[in-house]
């Protein structure tokens, strides 16, 4: 049984949660609160596998929460689950420690899916925010790494898995793996050595050979 919370000032989005999980033998609605003080509380009591939490919640920093219950619950797969698609909120949600980010306008027919892939894989972006995301890096003239991924690669040089790089930069393994996707589609490589190997031809890390 896959057990799921929701943080949403909407009782109406609750509602609707709660109707689609009674359909689905899996599924079970585990509780909702709606306000970001009382995120804590619900998730400590209620020990959901999946928390959708709304990115734009009245009264409160949703980012920050999504950061201190990714800190507190590191087991938890956090979801942003928004009314809001755009590139600049998904990487708000992934700096802050999210395995996931839904948009409202996803069908209820296909949200339970969704539920069971943050709970067996441990992540899911999707799919038409994560590609504006890349192409937009793409398309920028940044340099090819930023200051977070270039501190991961480093760490892939140094043989460290998603969990070992995670515990070294202070974010989840679900985050970290999305960093190396972006990183590997951008520049258009297919392993994570590839990365290391491109980072030490720009002399941007030490060749560790």
């Not at 998730?43 to 734009?56: E, F, K, N, S, Y």
């Not at 980010?101 to 894989?121: G, H, N, Q």
């Not at 940044?142 to 998603?162: M, T």
């Amino acid at each position: 049984m896959i057990r799921f919370c929701v943080v949403d000032d909407h009782e109406i989005v609750h509602d609707g949660l709660r109707a689609m999980a009674d359909r689905e033998a899996d599924l079970e609605f585990a509780g909702s609160v709606t306000t970001a003080d009382e995120a804590e509380g619900l998730v400590a009591g209620a020990r959901p596998d999946v928390l959708l939490l709304d990115m734009r919640l009245a009264g409160g920093n949703s980012t920050d929460t999504c950061a201190a219950l990714a800190a507190a619950f590191p087991e938890l797969k956090i979801a942003v689950f928004s009314g809001y698609g755009n590139p600049e909120l998904l990487e708000q949600a992934i700096r802050a420690g999210a395995a996931g980010y839904i948009l409202k306008e996803t069908t209820t027919a296909r949200l339970p899916d969704i539920i069971r892939e943050l709970a067996s894989s441990g992540s899911y972006f999707d799919p038409r925010l994560a590609s504006g995301l890349l192409r937009r890096a793409a398309g920028s003239r940044q340099p090819a790494f930023n200051e977070r991924e270039l501190e991961i690669v480093r760490l892939i040089a140094r043989g460290l898995d998603n969990h070992g790089i995670g515990e070294q930069v202070c974010i989840s393994p679900h985050t970290v793996k999305f960093h190396v996707t972006a990183m590997l589609r951008r520049h258009e490589l297919g392993r994570r050595a590839e990365l290391v190997r491109l980072a030490m031809d720009l002399h941007l890390i030490d060749d560790t050979r």
